[in-house]
T-cell receptor, first 114, second 111 residues
Framework: KAGVTQTPRYLIKTRGQQVTLSCSPI?????VSWYQQTPGQGLQFLFE???????NKGNFPGRFSGRQFSNSRSEMNVSTLELGDSALYLC?????????????FGPGTRLTVL | QKEVEQDPGPLSVPEGAIVSLNCTYSNSAFQYFMWYRQYSRKGPELLMY????GNKEDGRFTAQVDKSSKYISLFIRDSQPSDSATYLC???????????FGQGTTLQVKP
């Protein structure tokens, strides 16, 4: 069974630009959560999507948004990039909403903002 | 005060040593306690999962939860160089897809 895939794996952008990251969950998984990982703040929850609806949101500004499609694939978007947005963005999938014990992480997208 | 506190290390031990990794948390509503392992340039993978207080053993790994003191531990026996990774604790509330992680402890096991 294929794992969680994230594209692209690496991305370089400049301040003010916007970026879209993609996540394909494990086949059959319907919930996708997004996390930001930085050396200073560690792993922080961004949001969770289930059945194309945002179910939970972390403490991030509105520049961070996401969506989920009918096939459970998810995208997250960051607008007006800032230097502090440089991070590893991880997505995790699970079978159903709220399944904390079965979240499977992808390899992440490393975003560098110059 | 952060919800979850974890000493970031780094922690360096010789092969075969017993390793103790610890976290404290502040939210008494946490009921699920996970440990994730993250190798360099990889996403975290679930290592151990415990519900409520008590111990859980899986091979060389033992997870321990003390809800009265809000303290969670992961013990690694007979540590191997392949255990070199960052270990993240994640105590979490019930029925939520939101994982709250500690800072992560970087462990290096030297041959």
């Amino acid at each position: 069974k294929a794992g969680v895939t994230q594209t692209p794996r690496y991305l370089i952008k400049t301040r003010g630009q916007q970026v879209t990251l993609s996540c394909s969950p494990i086949s059959g998984h319907r919930s996708v959560s997004w996390y930001q990982q930085t050396p200073g703040q560690g792993l922080q929850f961004l949001f969770e999507y289930f059945s194309e609806t945002q179910r939970n949101k972390g403490n991030f500004p509105g520049r961070f948004s996401g969506r989920q499609f009918s096939n459970s694939r998810s995208e997250m978007n960051v607008s007006t990039l800032e230097l502090g947005d440089s991070a590893l963005y991880l997505c995790a999938s699970s079978l159903a909403q709220g399944n904390t014990d079965t979240q499977y992480f992808g390899p992440g997208t490393r975003l560098t903002v110059l | 005060q952060k919800e979850v506190e974890q000493d970031p290390g780094p922690l360096s031990v010789p092969e075969g040593a017993i390793v103790s990794l610890n976290c404290t948390y502040s939210n008494s509503a946490f009921q699920y306690f996970m440990w994730y392992r993250q190798y360099s340039r990889k996403g975290p993978e679930l290592l151990m999962y415990t519900y409520s207080s008590g111990n859980k053993e899986d091979g060389r790994f033992t997870a321990q939860v003390d809800k009265s003191s809000k303290y969670i531990s992961l013990f690694i026996r007979d540590s191997q160089p392949s255990d070199s990774a960052t270990y993240l604790c994640a105590p979490t509330g019930s029925n939520t897809g939101k994982l709250i992680f500690g800072q992560g402890t970087t462990l290096q096991v030297k041959p």
